[in-house]
């Protein structure tokens, strides 16, 4: 059956509109980034299957998503796949690259590829900060001021964090006698809302006070309610009181900082991949972005035992989420240079025009179409003259008009009426 | 419009034309020696029926080419793992003998279990179900694996030249007798009648559908895959493959193409206990110290040379083609022209058609306004390369695996296809509007220097071979 659309299923254009809104998202990242000492990279949009499929990456769910195929010279058999995720290429960068950093500061723009059905869209792009250094539990707070400056600075604010550590879940599942294979299928069927699944692990657990249920459906504003779940669990699950403590850490210093932040324990389905505290940015109440702690990651990819941690911010959610103002790309403050002819010597000087516009600070256009209708506020004509060339100004918003002779007395007339830096 | 059943070629063929007849559904020109694919329903009006490879029904049925299909369960999942597709619809098990794929390695290797894979990096894969193996890999979390798909004969590959075969069979017994240690059972299950969901939702198949569905026995669940647990374990050692540096290795192809192989040894002087015109085992024994033999499809020839499991392979000019075509940086090359096995890949298309050449056909495609040139092919590198070469502006890419000669005009527009008489042609009612490649046997080896100990016994051979062999190959149109 062929597609009646000549673009590929789940593959979007980015029209002139949204190019903008995405350049504003870009923008704002790159210059917090910036200003937070984070250097940016680039990795590659292929990369090896092999990267993500060992154990504590990518998860099956997501590695049967993956877009992998024999390159042109993969008669060794060795698979290659279209980047599913951008933390696992920059970890990779990272160990073949910049191992002898003790920290490395890194942030990105680049897009993921993943399968989706129907029209849901299998190209996505991130905004992604990695921090690779054993930062905890600065690391942490550092990241999620960024991401909230990110997301305030595009008038996404108030931005809400929530918060989660998987080894709240692993350390009931581990106290139950599950393996770590078992506890990521048990944990994904409770993630799917499986009522026995919660039963079986309350079985194994005969000590339990209070019922899981409190744990995995519950939510907490900070430290207070970390205490309760402490409270509640610890004496059942003794292991539980490390990554509580951890987590009332963080949020007990965010929220010093003038974060909201709110605790809820089962938030993420791919808790193979974090180690440590998980964080979740919701703005406008929908999800913008997220990330956490992955201390086993550069290790898995071969490289030296070093904890990491990162974030993403997924651009087209925000570039849709960005506040309408954003949109309206103001071209009212731009010139339009009209040539009256095609005659080489008016064509010339209406090109010639354009540079020394530009260089008042002015954005430029040629009227390319004869009658087309612009949105400048200015209208330069060029037209044959006794002298040779002639130009004239008309001013949309004031609708006057002036002759000039020389281009440098349009030039100065427009600088002295306020166009141009 | 005509209900359209999809029925299976091959060893599923009896089993399903008797159960068809059960339910009262007597089909002629099945099982009864006919060539044809389209065999005929007795009595019941409004019925097209097409017999294909049981590989290539779900494909059939997920692009909506056909109503309803029978094939077995792994076929079905090979698609369905890798592209999941809401277009194919199970509607039930039927009550013919299930079948199962089995994960094994080589009896006499280390790899005893399921987890003594754990944490073995770059583990080799052989299977005709390369999805289904992937899915496996993947579930277990073998680290940096690699998968190879082949055509055929995957039990003959460990442990030399894989690691691991996932393979059909009967039970762990029959694994064993292949001289395998089946390690865990992948997917179990009988085949299974689907259909193309739009159909289900708009069109009246009661006919076929009716009688089927009333038939006792069979059922099951959808899913008959068993795919296992992460095995989780730190990265280990890789195993050993080196392979002895004094050895030769040959490969002998199987199938058609056999019987021109076996008397091409004969002609190098080249004895070979268990490789003749009459038969074959899968590890034929040679009279001259240092040289191993071994018999695969020969499709999967190429890349087993460029891998450098082989030394040399006995295949032909048409898979090398297509091995290149896909990897063109592959390390192989045609060394001897041995002549055998000729034909011409040709461009196909239904004798109503009113062209005499390609041209011809995609003006007329043009004119009609087709969407799209729909190409089938055992060859899809070398049929992609054709489209492309020759302009075809949209086309759609059909790999099948065999009972080519039916899909032309239905199913497909053009068909690349190796034409020796063109007397299956004509049968078929079909016709070549375009002769490119002429193929024959030919003896294939790496480009790179082999190692010390193995140079001389290879140039030999390959004289031997050369001398053997016929007029160097036509080149390629």
Known sequence: MVEESPRCRGMRDLLPADMARFRRVEEVFRTACLAWGYQEVRTPTIEHLHLFTAAGTLSPQMLGRVYSFLDWDGWSGERVVLRPDATIPTARLFVERLQQEKLAKLFYIQNVFRFAEGDEPREGWQCGVELVGDTQPRGEVELILLACQTLERLGLGPVEVRLFHPGIVRSVLAEAGLERADQVRVYDRILDGDPTALAEVEERLPSLGAPLRLLFEGEGAGSAYLANLGSAFQKAVPQIAGPLEELATLVDTLSALGCRCQVAAALVGSFEYYTGPVFQFVADGERAGGGGRYDGL????????????????????????????????????????????????????????????????????????????????????????????????????????????KLDDLLAALEATGGGS | MALKLALPAGQLARPTDELLRRAGLIVRGYTDGSRSY???????????????????????????????????????????????????????????????????????????????????????????????????????????????????????????????????????????????????????????????????????????????????????????????????????????????????????????????????????????????????????????????????????????????????????????????????????????DLGGGQFDLSAVVSEDMPADSLAEAVELWRRQGLKAIRVASEFPAIADHYARQNHFWRYQLIPISGASEGFVPEDADVLIEGVQTGRTLAENKLKTIDRFLHSTSCLIASKRRPPPGRAKLLSQLIERFRQAGSPPPTADR
């Open chain 2, 38 to 336: 389209r065999p005929r329903l007795s009595g019941r009006r409004g019925v097209l029926l097409r017999v294909f490879r049981e590989k290539d029904i779900p494909i059939q049925i997920a692009l909506g080419n056909y109503d309803l299909g029978i094939c077995g369960l792994a076929w079905l999942k090979e698609l369905l793992t890798r592209y999941p597709s809401e277009a194919v619809v199970q509607l039930r098990a039927l009550p013919l003998g299930p079948s199962s794929l089995y994960v094994a390695a080589a009896s006499d290797s280390g790899l005893t279990s399921l987890d003594s894979l754990a944490g073995v990096p770059g583990l080799r894969l052989v299977s005709e179900y390369p999805n289904l193996t992937e899915a496996f890999a993947l579930s277990a979390r073998l680290p940096a694996y690699r998968v190879f798909a082949v055509s055929g004969a995957a039990e003959a590959y460990p442990p030399e030249d894989a690691d691991l075969a996932v393979v059909a069979a009967g039970s762990e017994e029959e694994v064993r007798e292949q001289g395998l240690r089946p390690l865990c059972r992948l997917l179990v299950g009988s085949p299974w009648l689907i259909g193309h969901r739009r159909s289900l939702e708009g069109k009246d198949l009661s006919t076929v559908l009716g009688p089927l569905m009333a038939l006792e026995g069979g059922r099951q669940r959808e899913d008959g895959l068993e795919l296992p647990a992460g095995l989780a374990a730190p990265p280990g050692s890789p195993l050993a493959t080196e392979r002895p540096s004094t050895t030769v290795r040959l490969a002998l192809p199987d199938g058609h193409q056999q019987p021109s192989a076996a008397a091409i040894l004969r002609a190098a002087g080249l004895s070979c206990e268990g490789y003749d015109e009459q038969g074959w085992v899968r590890r034929p024994r040679s009279s001259l110290e240092g040289l191993d033999l071994k018999v695969i499809r020969p499709q999967d020839m190429p890349q087993q040379v460029a891998l450098g499991n082989f030394d040399l392979v006995v295949s032909g000019r048409d898979c090398l083609m297509e091995h290149l075509l896909q990897f063109p940086s592959s390390p192989v090359e045609e060394v001897v």
């Open chain 1, 298 to 405: 550069i290790a898995l990819v071969g490289g030296p035992d070093v904890a990491a941690c990162g974030f993403a911010l997924d651009v087209a959610k925000l570039a849709r989420l960005l506040p309408s103002a954003e949109e309206a790309i103001p071209w009212q403050e731009a010139v339009c240079v009209k040539p009256s002819s095609d005659r080489a010597d008016v064509v010339v000087a209406a090109f010639g025009a354009i540079g020394p516009l530009q260089q008042l600070g002015l954005r430029t256009e040629v009227a390319l179409v004869r009658d087309a209708p612009s949105a400048c506020r200015w209208e330069v004509t060029v037209k044959p003259s006794a002298g040779g060339i002639g130009y004239s100004l008309y001013d949309r918003s004031k609708k006057r008009r002036r002759a000039f002779a």
